[in-house]
């Protein structure tokens, strides 16, 4: 990622999160101005000056979530933070996770030893914001981890699969249906995701009533849309489960769903 700030003759380049000295080499410019690299590789030498960011002390770290997270008593600050160490990057992603998702901080220190690769990932499965997308591939692997073999685009996608006609297969195919609702979401006027959920619908309406297969989940404070799925019902007439608050408690009603015999 590069950003340009232009100011009067001179100018400021950024580079950042590169990886390697190679990212940046071909790009460095002549002339008067300024270049800023960000990296988590110490090796720039023969590139540019190296300066070694520390961790934040134990006030910056709880002012900073604090910022993101106005509710987040001191004491609860204190204890993210030594989770993660003080580590800038990581209380940055924290507080966006915790703002968006609603999780309490302590379902989040509890999942941060298991899923912390999981939980700062880079990488969003289509249609979902970096922190939302955590939480996603979060509750995949809790529910793969209770023997249930779960489609995610970022996952199964191969290179060269028409993805969109690959996603509508898998949704044919699957026992269940796990539609995750964010407030993010709502906010989209345009995403895949709701092209997923009209073909959602159109499935959930050609299959029987006496079995679950479409499961709404709130990954944060958002309400159920009420969306059409025919007969007068919407997605608010499916019972959700909700992963804002108790997120283990939340994630046990989402296993005992799939795995529960229909009544």
């Not at 590069?2 to 580079?15: G, P």
């Not at 796990?178 to 619908?201: G, W």
């Not at 009603?253 to 229909?262: D, F, G, K, M, S």
Request: glycine share 8%; net charge negative; charged share 25%.
């Amino acid at each position: 990622m590069r950003a340009f700030l232009r100011t009067w003759a001179r100018w400021l380049l950024v580079f950042d999160n590169a990886e390697d000295r190679e990212d940046a080499v071909g790009f460095l410019p002549d002339g008067p101005g300024h270049v800023i690299i960000t990296s988590r590789n110490p090796n720039w030498t023969g590139v540019a000056d190296s300066s070694l960011v520390d961790v934040f002390d134990r006030l910056d770290s709880v002012s900073l979530l604090q910022k993101h997270m106005p509710t987040l008593t001191d004491a609860e600050a204190d204890e993210v933070a030594l989770a993660l160490g003080d580590l800038p990057l990581a209380l940055g992603q924290a507080a966006d996770l915790l703002a968006e998702t609603g999780m309490s901080p302590g379902s989040f220190i509890d999942l941060l030893d298991q899923h912390a690769a999981e939980l700062f990932s880079e990488r969003a499965p289509v249609g979902y914001a970096a922190p939302l997308a955590a939480m996603v591939r979060v509750t995949a692997d809790w529910l793969r981890a209770a023997g249930i073999e779960v489609w995610l685009d970022r996952t199964h996608l191969v290179a060269g699969d028409r993805w969109a006609d690959v996603i509508r297969k898998s949704i044919v195919d699957g026992d269940f249906f796990i539609a995750c609702f964010s407030e993010a979401h709502a906010q989209r006027t345009q995403t895949y995701m709701n092209e997923e959920l009209v073909f959602a619908v159109d499935q959930l309406r050609r299959r029987g009533r006496d079995r679950r297969w479409f499961i709404p989940v709130k990954l944060d404070h958002a309400a159920i849309p009420g969306h059409s799925i025919g007969a007068g019902e919407t997605f608010s007439d499916i019972h959700f489960v909700d992963l804002s608050g108790d997120w283990a408690l939340g994630m046990g009603q989402l296993v005992r769903a799939i795995t529960r015999p229909e009544a």
